[in-house]
């Protein structure tokens, strides 16, 4: 029999794989993607049972080392503060993303000739533009056009509510002179390509049971199957093999019934994630790769940058209907983004305004903090803090350090026997200072909007949700694992179109970006087809 | 000869006498509110609660005993220290006793204790007499949702007339 040998296969059927696959799919070429977890049934999720609040922990944990479900892998955290959030199914970490959507800054593509550190992108924002836009139209972004903190950008849809908190907080930037402006979000606020619009569930982060959040599943995959793209699920890979002339072959992956499969591929797409990815590199050596694939340069796996992530609460008098919403999205303000040297830090972060507790998280939160007494007094502390929080979280810029790093543990594996990810991490003097600077200006900006009480929360542990940096793009081989459209420096039919390809990490979520890349690296492979492995 | 309050009945995993000063906990945790508007603990259900969680966690893998006999054992544990310090059943102590005792308890070894608060506030917040008297309405978010205020976006006009605020490259 025939070897079946496919055009291109994508592992990881996430934000990236998603994207460009759909991209790839006019080529007419036959593309299989395989992915480790299943699709996800919305009729399952939190936001469509009473005990919404409860239904959320468990299986709907962010962390999948409390999730445990069948396509999850461990991950060793012991030595990192920060703690991975993934999602492994059709759609991966969408599934579970608040959907809050800005773009980079131009400044977060020359970082290093801005500022003197880190190292510039091999594109810029001007590279990316059109594909951040064919993006927003593809899968549905809200937001509002004129925001004087980044070059003009109209999102096709409009901005997601801001309710009376986000009035609220809007007064108390204006009163500092702050800038703020409705978030850019990857939720459709309007009926768009026969989905319903956002009914301000709430709970965005277990899952959109309305179908309005655009996670990849019911966004770009729909489109890339219809037009021919074969994805293959409870499909785990193992390894990339590769032959004598150091090009992939295609992957070992175990199926749904645990059997070891061979899927040969004359083009291999890696979107498995800032750490998945790595994990499968080092995963997968080779006589010509004995330090993992498309590893010559030793940064496979290296510079693993989080958003460290600062958190700030504040209470107010008057009842907000602040746990009403989508619960990232609402506003964001940027007034300390840019480096600013009369800092004791550079670069910078965003101030993310999200939505309040609902009854039950606002009663335990009372109750563990000793806000909200037991027994009498209980009753009228309740009622001065439900629906009356705001919380804010703040999203610190992460600088590359090659001692942060996604390794291979040497004991804890997955089901299949596979070496779990190990995480080595610390937070740098530069992100102490700049969290430091937050928590203040949260708290300044949460009083001018008329706060009683604020609280902080300095490192926020359970906030692992952008993974990035660990196969960096870059001009120059020894100092970059993929090339400036993605292809591995040592694997010509090898590309990486998720977060791990990123330079820096910029200040703000990384999503729009990682599928602004993901089509802006397919459109490249297509303008090269004739010649991609030159 | 067996004492009728501590025979178990069919359909409750506690005695009568356990039920008894669970009961007197719950309404420590959380009472009726003077104007009556909102329920006490005791009247929503959480024994309920924790058998389902129990019955859950037997499902998932874990041994379903460990939760019941922990909350009975710590119920007894209660019932024996009011008869020692007070001489008398907890659950038929004045309400300052009773009190004084689960203050005590919370300083020195607060695990049981804070963990039935968290399960007591978990059910208690999403029992629909609470959410009604709360002025939600008692139900699951979807597929109705809620209405949000779009918002006043002359707040802007501050941000826009600062204008540009980004660098160039």
């Not at chain 1, 964001?332 to 965003?350: A, C, I, K, M, V």
């Not at chain 1, 430091?436 to 949700?465: D, F, S, Y």
């Not at chain 1, 591995?488 to 330079?503: E, T, W």
């Amino acid at each position: 029999m025939a070897e079946d040998i496919v055009d291109v296969l994508i592992i990881g059927a996430g934000a990236s794989g998603a994207a460009v696959a759909w991209s790839l799919a006019e080529t007419r070429m036959r593309i299989v993607c395989l992915e480790q977890g299943d699709w996800m049934n919305p009729a399952d999720y939190p936001s469509t049972k009473r005990n919404w609040e409860t239904a959320r922990a468990g299986e709907y944990s962010i962390s999948p080392n409390v999730r445990r479900r069948p396509a999850d892998y461990p991950i060793n955290e012991d030595d990192s503060p920060i703690s991975v959030a993934n999602f492994n199914a059709v759609g991966g970490s969408t599934i579970l993303y608040a959907a809050h959507f800005p773009r980079f800054h131009p400044s977060d593509f020359r970082v290093r000739s801005l500022d003197g550190v880190a190292d510039d992108w091999p594109i810029d924002y001007a590279s990316l533009d059109p594909f951040y836009a064919q993006n927003d139209r593809n899968i549905g972004v809200a937001g509002l056009a004129g925001d004087p903190a980044y070059p003009p950008h109209e999102p096709p849809l409009p901005h997601v509510p801001l309710g009376l908190m986000g009035e609220t907080m809007a007064r108390g930037f204006n009163a500092l002179g702050w800038h703020w402006w409705p978030s850019d979000s990857a939720i459709v606020t309007r009926p768009y390509e026969g989905r319903e619009q956002c009914a301000n569930l709430g709970p965005c982060g277990s899952g959109c049971a309305t179908g309005a959040k655009s996670s990849a599943d019911i966004t770009y995959w729909p489109m890339a199957q219809r037009m021919g793209v074969e994805l293959k699920t409870h499909c785990r890979v193992r390894e990339i093999t590769v032959d004598e002339r150091g090009m992939a072959t295609g992957v070992i992956y175990y199926d749904e019934n645990d059997v070891e499969c061979r899927q040969r591929a004359e083009v291999v797409i890696v979107a498995c994630n800032g750490v998945g990815t790595p994990r499968l590199l080092l995963n997968s050596t080779s006589s010509g790769f004995p330090d993992g694939l498309a590893n010559r340069s030793g940064l496979v796996g290296k510079n693993l940058m989080f958003h460290p992530w600062g958190h700030v609460q504040g209470v107010f008098d008057e009842p907000l209907e602040s746990h009403y919403g989508p619960g990232g999205c609402c506003m964001l303000s940027q007034e300390f983004y840019e480096t600013d040297p009369n800092r004791d830090f550079l670069r910078g972060y965003n101030m993310q305004i999200t939505r309040g507790g609902g009854p039950i998280g606002t009663a335990m939160a009372g109750i563990t903090s000793g806000d909200i007494p037991w027994g009498a007094g209980h009753h009228e502390a309740f009622a001065k803090f439900f629906d009356r929080t705001v919380n804010m979280g703040l999203c610190c810029e992460d600088l590359p350090e090659e001692h942060n790093t996604v390794t291979l543990d040497p004991s804890l594996t997955d089901s299949n026997g596979i070496p779990a990810p190990k995480i080595t991490y610390r937070v740098s003097e530069n992100s102490r200072r700049m969290l430091q600077h937050g928590l203040e200006r949260g708290t300044e900006v949460m009083k001018a909007a008329g706060a009683w009480q604020v609280r902080t929360v300095p490192l926020v542990r359970m906030a692992g949700w952008h993974l990035l940096g660990t196969a960096r793009m870059g001009f120059d081989p020894e100092r970059s694992v993929v090339n400036e459209w993605g292809r591995s420096h040592d694997v010509r039919n090898l590309f990486i179109v998720d977060g791990s390809i990123f330079v820096t990490s910029g200040g703000v979520n990384p999503t729009t970006t990682i599928q602004a890349l993901a089509l802006y690296i397919a459109d490249s492979m297509k303008q090269r087809l004739a010649n991609l492995f030159d | 000869m067996t004492d009728p309050d501590d025979i178990i009945g069919t359909d409750s995993p506690v005695s009568a006498v356990q039920r008894a000063t669970l009961d007197a906990v719950l309404n420590i945790i959380v009472p009726a509110s003077e104007d009556g508007r909102l329920p006490s603990a005791v009247e929503v259900g959480v024994l309920d609660h924790i058998r389902d969680a129990a019955a859950g966690d037997a499902v998932a893998g874990a041994p379903a005993h460990d939760l019941i006999d922990t909350l009975r054992e710590e119920l007894d544990r209660l019932d024996d220290q009011a008869r020692t310090q007070f001489g008398g059943a907890f659950a038929e102590l004045a309400a300052d006793d009773q009190e004084t005792l689960v203050d005590n308890i919370r300083s020195n070894d607060p695990r049981f204790m804070s963990g039935l608060a968290m399960v007591t506030v978990t059910c208690y917040y999403q029992h629909d007499r609470v959410l009604e008297a709360l002025g939600m309405e008692a139900r699951a978010p979807y597929p109705q949702g809620y209405e949000v205020l779009s918002g006043d976006l002359s707040l802007l006009d501050p941000v826009i007339q600062r204008g540009k605020r980004y660098r160039d490259t």
